[in-house]
T-cell receptor, first 115, second 113 residues
Framework: NAGVTQTPKFRILKIGQSMTLQCAQD?????MYWYRQDPGMGLKLIYY???????DKGEVPNGYNVSRSTTEDFPLRLELAAPSQTSVYFC??????????????FGPGTRLTVL | AQSVSQHNHHVILSEAASLELGCNYS??????LFWYVQYPGQHLQLLLK??????LVKGIKGFEAEFIKSKFSFNLRKPSVQWSDTAEYFC???????????FGKGNQVVVIP
């Protein structure tokens, strides 16, 4: 298993540009998450999904959009990039089972800079 | 919504010193508790977790954590740290049956050789 993969690893955007951060998992996990990590602030949940076709807002959704057309993929879209979106973005997934074993598996992250 | 508090954001230790990182959460019901570690330049990895049973949980690399329900705490400990333990440590909490994690702000630990 490759686990959770994210592309790109690094990206620099100009203000107002748009981009999509890709996230994929090959563990057949139903639940997927997008976080942003800012220094000294921990991880903040942006959006999450409990299955294909179902998404919901997290703690800091403004300026982002998501879609979940398949179980494997959960892309995060920035439509009009702003300097406040400079951050490291992590995707995570977790399976759901009888034990509700909700250990989250994280991807390697995307470091985004908006100038 | 639940919240997670981690104090002493920056911790500097010498090798062989003992480490204890505090974690307190605000949620009155049954919770699942986690400690994640992020080594420099790497993604988050699970260090240990508590779901039920023995409140003293042992994880990887000699780490352990103790769940004290009455204090809403899940403190992480290691008796003797190594230089390779330099990392950022995050406590995370989720109510039982809920897959949304709430993270603390993290503890940046630097171990000096």
């Amino acid at each position: 298993n490759a686990g959770v993969t994210q592309t790109p690893k690094f990206r620099i955007l100009k203000i107002g540009q748009s981009m999509t951060l890709q996230c994929a998992q090959d563990m057949n996990h139903n639940y997927m998450y997008w976080y942003r990590q800012d220094p000294g602030m921990g991880l903040k949940l942006i959006y999450y999904s409990v299955g294909a076709g179902i998404t919901d807002k997290g703690e800091v959704p403004n300026g982002y959009n998501v879609s979940r057309s398949t179980t494997e993929d959960f892309p995060l879209r920035l439509e009009l990039a702003a300097p406040s979106q400079t951050s490291v973005y992590f995707c995570a997934s977790v399976g759901s089972g009888a034990r509700l074993d909700n250990e989250q598996f994280f991807g390697p992250g995307t470091r985004l800079t908006v100038l | 919504a639940q919240s997670v508090s981690q104090h002493n954001h920056h911790v500097i230790l010498s090798e062989a010193a003992s480490l204890e990182l505090g974690c307190n959460y605000s949620y009155g019901g049954t919770v699942n508790l986690f400690w994640y570690v992020q080594y420099p330049g790497q993604h988050l990895q699970l260090l240990l977790k508590y779901f039920s049973g023995d409140p003293l949980v042992k994880g990887i690399k000699g780490f352990e954590a103790e769940f004290i329900k009455s204090k809403f705490s899940f403190n992480l400990r290691k008796p003797s740290v190594q230089w390779s333990d330099t990392a950022e440590y995050f406590c995370a909490v989720t109510p039982y049956g809920n897959n949304r994690l709430a993270f603390g702000k993290g503890n940046q630990v630097v171990v000096i050789p």
